[in-house]
């Protein structure tokens, strides 16, 4: 037998058992036997689902923390569902009982935001862009070339000016911003067939351009000489197999996580805007809490937004792995040319001034928040 057709049974071994499992025992025991790699093991998994049951029973509080990704996606993009639950159980002391309902079970993006607001939900999981309707201000995130770079991310989201300025309008409209998760900045993918590498923004002439629902990313794409496209994310793969769209933005992680290797040629590093995520949480469940319970949450945020930073590297190593073997190229702009990129469409230039006062208020606080991300703090993450 092929490795290839063994690699295909042991698969459907697994999803079979995951089925049974989770049948017997619930699906969060199935999920956290599977993550374990007890699944083929009926003994393993038995511990496993009395481990579970154990710790709801003894828990003061249950919490649903719901996500996008299944809980493999990891591996390739370092959204930490497995290590937060874990993190949030232990540093309550099993006051929390953590409930994962991953792999979009419960919605996607701004569907999710909108069940953490309304307390249908406890937490989720979810792109800045998609939280952006939600709670406007963090849209300053898109401003090109203003925190594109991992490390002006951390600075910015980690610090004091962050924290007194953009924290409290987050918390006016529901939520409790647990922590911030880098993924990788997002790139310039173009489909096979089209130009590439797309080394500066004038080999941008002419592209048709995926873009979300981002005004400011659209500004962004036309500023740079591109043909901003609106696609619906579920749309995405078939416009840019058929043409309609010759490129798209999403971080490296993300390309491979919604399986793109096979339908795209060359890869830029261009680090304009983080593609960037947030686990937030309904602020009125968050202050119902006792205030031991409360800072074991926000410990446990902080533990595991330390595990994604160190991540991050080992994350985009195993995506760019998997894309290559599928014949995509990579290109990093040399820092002339990343100047170039920032010149045609940074944030510095005046067409970006209307987004500076209405996100943040004033030029004056937005020059606060500039500074946070010029700012190295205590944390450390690898850049691409």
């Not at 989720?124 to 952006?132: D, I, V």
């Not at 790139?187 to 500066?200: E, N, Q």
Request: hydrophobic share 40%.
């Amino acid at each position: 037998m092929s490795s290839k057709s063994e690699k295909s049974e042991l698969q459907s071994m697994e999803r079979r058992r995951f089925f049974e499992i989770s049948a017997k025992y619930g699906f969060t025991a199935a999920v956290v036997a599977g993550a374990s790699g007890a699944l083929l093991s009926s003994e393993a998994a038995a511990q496993t689902a009395k481990e579970e049951k154990e710790r709801q029973r003894a828990a003061e509080h249950a919490m649903t923390v719901a996500t996008a990704y299944i809980l493999g996606a990891s591996r390739s993009y370092p959204i930490m569902q497995l290590d937060f639950k874990e993190n949030v159980q232990n540093a309550t002391g099993g006051k929390i009982y953590v409930k994962l309902a991953p792999g979009g079970q419960l919605g996607a993006g701004g569907a999710l935001a909108q069940k953490v607001q309304n307390g249908t939900i406890q937490a989720a999981q979810h792109s800045l862009s998609n939280f952006a309707p939600f709670a406007p201000v963090v849209d300053l995130i898109n401003l090109p070339y203003f925190c594109g770079a991992n490390q002006k991310f951390v600075n910015l989201v980690n610090s004091s000016a962050w924290k007194s300025e953009v924290d409290p309008l987050v918390e006016a409209k529901g939520f409790k911003a647990l922590w911030y998760v880098v993924i990788d900045p997002r790139v310039v993918a173009m489909r096979k067939g089209g130009k590439g590498p797309i080394k500066t923004p004038g080999d941008l002439s002419g592209v048709k351009f995926r873009v979300p629902g981002s005004k400011m990313l659209q500004q962004y794409y036309r500023m740079i000489g591109a043909n901003p496209t609106p696609v619906a994310w579920g749309e995405t793969p078939s416009a840019i197999k058929q043409g309609v769209a010759d490129a798209l933005d999403p971080a490296v992680g993300a390309l491979h996580v919604f399986g793109f290797k096979d339908i795209l040629s060359w890869v830029t590093f261009s680090q304009a805007v983080p593609d960037s995520q947030v686990y937030s949480c309904n602020l009125e469940w968050f202050n119902s809490l006792p205030g031991d319970v409360k800072e074991g949450v926000l410990f446990a945020s902080e533990i595991t937004a330390q595990q994604n930073l160190a991540k991050v590297p080992a994350a985009r190593n195993y995506a760019m792995a998997e894309m290559g073997k599928a014949g995509v190229q990579f290109y990093s702009p040399s820092s002339s040319e990343l100047d170039e990129w920032a010149a045609a469409g940074g944030y510095q230039r005046s067409e970006w001034d209307g987004f500076k006062k209405e996100l943040a208020g004033s030029l004056a606080t937005f020059g606060k928040l500039e500074e946070a991300a010029n700012d190295q703090g205590r944390l450390y993450v690898h850049d691409a």
